[in-house]
């Protein structure tokens, strides 16, 4: 009870905090002393200027690299989450994986210009019947493009339907053909998914492990730590909102935080 009540308090007092002009130096320098805890896994969908809560708008989405570029976040690849979480090799201080789910067209216009600004990697999980079929989608052509320059491309299988709500056959086709397409557009080895809508269970889990898959990704709120499922890792999403930097702001140094102090779980 007590720790809901310090948590209620704290929850008031960051309107507070952030209405001040030092707030984001004073965040980030707090980020320094105590050091992060876990890896935060960045997940977008659409970068654009539709009205809707899954496009971050072009100049948000610039604001918040900005803040990782200044605040001494280190941007990683799949493979270095993967190596730390499963090998133990040692990762840079403040880890963070930018992820992309579905494969839009933005990803290309919009947010891969801002992400070769400021020489940041990401990983763009993507629909593979959608890509080069319907408007609005990425091409196989803008996936080779990007992955040349530093783009992690992956599957989020065939058609996008909930894995949990498909038969075992269903399912099969779903993570193994994706895999096949991409690997042979993009001359790879496919091997990060993510769950359609975060649906997932350890059979299905253990389906992608048989299909030569090294880790999958969920839309469970929290940090990727050395105790997370490696076939079910959490991610924190990232929404247009009233004012979104300061959500992103947040959601970046508060819930670590708080899964440090075991006030929320992930």
């Known amino acids: 009870m007590i720790k809901k009540i310090v948590l209620f308090i704290f929850l008031c007092f960051i309107p507070l905090t952030l209405s001040s002009p030092h707030a984001l130096t004073e965040g980030s320098q707090e980020l320094e002393n105590t050091g992060q805890d876990g890896i935060i896994v960045l997940n977008y969908h659409k970068i654009d200027n539709m009205n809707i ?51 839009y067209e933005d990803n290309y216009k919009n ?20 890509v080069d079929k319907y408007p609005n989608y990425l091409t196989w052509d803008q996936c080779r493009e990007m992955k040349a320059n530093g783009i992690s491309i992956q ?20 993570i193994t053909q994706s895999k096949q397409k991409i690997d042979k557009e993009l001359a790879q080895n496919t091997m990060y998914f993510a769950y359609p809508t975060g649906t997932y269970n350890l059979y299905i889990a253990q389906m992608l492990k ?3 898959y090294r880790a999958a990704f969920t839309v469970k709120y929290g940090t990727a730590e050395n105790s997370s499922n490696i076939f079910a890792l959490e991610r924190i999403p990232v929404f247009h909102t009233e004012n979104t930097f300061n959500s992103f702001y947040r959601r970046l140094n508060y819930i670590p935080l708080f899964e440090k102090l075991g006030w929320i779980k992930s």
């Not at 899954?54 to 993967?82: C, G, M, W």
């Not at 909930?162 to 056959?169: F, I, Q």
């Open 53 to 103: 809560s899954l496009s971050v708008r072009p100049e948000d989405f610039d604001k918040q690299l900005a803040y990782l570029k200044n605040n001494n976040y280190h941007v990683i690849t799949p493979d270095d989450l993967y190596d730390n979480l499963e090998k133990g090799k040692e990762l840079p201080p403040n880890p963070v994986l930018i992820t992309f789910d579905d494969g």
């Open 155 to 174: 599957s989020h299988t065939v058609s996008h339907r909930s894995l949990t709500e498909l038969t075992n056959e269903q399912i099969k086709n779903e």
């Open 111 to 130: 947010a891969y210009p801002i992400l070769k600004k400021y020489d940041f990697p990401a990983t763009i999980f993507v629909i593979s019947s959608f």
């Open 210 to 212: 048989d299909a030569g």
